[in-house]
Nanobody, 125 residues
Framework: QVQLVESGGGLVQAGDSLRLSCAAS????????MGWFRQAPGKERELVAA????????YYVGSVKGRFTISRDNAKNTVYLQMNSLKPEDTAVYYC??????????????????WGQGTQVTVSS
């Protein structure tokens, strides 16, 4: 099992930046892929970004490409989500999740087996 703790959320204005962090413990961090999901009120949870176990492969949903960057530091057991040029539509609870595989084999929720508690990101216009 993997335990995940997110941090870094908050209230910002449109155009600002935030960096989310997710600290992992339990299984060897460098042995699994990681992802960031988000869920806005009234909407389904969606995968925003994902990164393979060594960080060589990444995935971004179209709406955040060019604005968000996912990265990981395996020495610190931490994955990050750098969010730039934030928009009101980025408002959501953001969750980090640990993949069941080292690679990005699927972008759906069943491919991720452990979840953090979530951190709120609110972007005002």
């Amino acid at each position: 099992q993997v335990q995940l703790v997110e941090s870094g959320g908050g209230l910002v204005q449109a155009g600002d930046s935030l960096r989310l962090s997710c600290a992992a413990s339990g299984r060897t961090f460098s042995s699994y892929a990681m992802g960031w999901f988000r869920q806005a009120p009234g909407k389904e949870r969606e995968l925003v970004a994902a990164i393979s176990y060594r960080g060589r492969n990444t995935y971004y949903v179209g709406s955040v490409k060019g604005r968000f960057t996912i990265s990981r530091d395996n020495a610190k057991n931490t994955v990050y989500l750098q969010m730039n040029s934030l928009k009101p539509e980025d408002t959501a609870v953001y969750y980090c999740a640990a993949g069941r595989s080292p690679w990005l084999t699927s972008y759906s929720e069943p491919a991720f087996g452990s979840w953090g508690q979530g951190t709120q990101v609110t972007v005002s216009s």
